[in-house]
Nanobody, 127 residues
């Protein structure tokens, strides 16, 4: 089993930055793909970003490309999401997810490809 705990959410003005962290426990995730998703009230869960086990490949949703950066520190069993140039439409609960396989099989953007999920952290961007 893998437990995931997100942190770093909060209230930020538009144009500002936040860095989310996702700490994994229970098992090392150094050989697993990891992802971030978000869900705003009344909306479906959306793919934000994903990273392969080595950090050598990263993937982003169209709405965050060029503004968000996903990274990982396998020694710390932690994944990060650096969010810059935040917009009010980025307001959502951000959740970390783990795919317990080394390869995404092309499915990094699908929530069904992930096996473990964190509880989420709220990000609110005001104008």
């Amino acid at each position: 089993q893998v437990q995931l705990e997100e942190s770093g959410g909060g209230l930020v003005q538009a144009g500002g930055s936040l860095r989310l962290s996702c700490a994994a426990s229970g098992r090392t995730v150094s050989r697993y793909g990891m992802g971030w998703f978000r869900q705003a009230p009344g909306k479906e869960r959306d793919f934000v970003a994903a990273i392969n086990w080595s950090g050598g490949s990263t993937y982003y949703g169209d709405s965050v490309k060029g503004r968000f950066t996903i990274s990982r520190d396998n020694a710390k069993n932690t994944v990060y999401l650096q969010m810059n140039s935040l917009k009010p439409e980025d307001t959502a609960v951000y959740s970390c997810a783990c795919r317990s396989q080394a390869s995404f099989g092309g499915r990094w953007a699908s929530s069904y490809a992930y096996d473990y999920w964190g509880q989420g952290t709220q990000v609110t961007v005001f104008s």
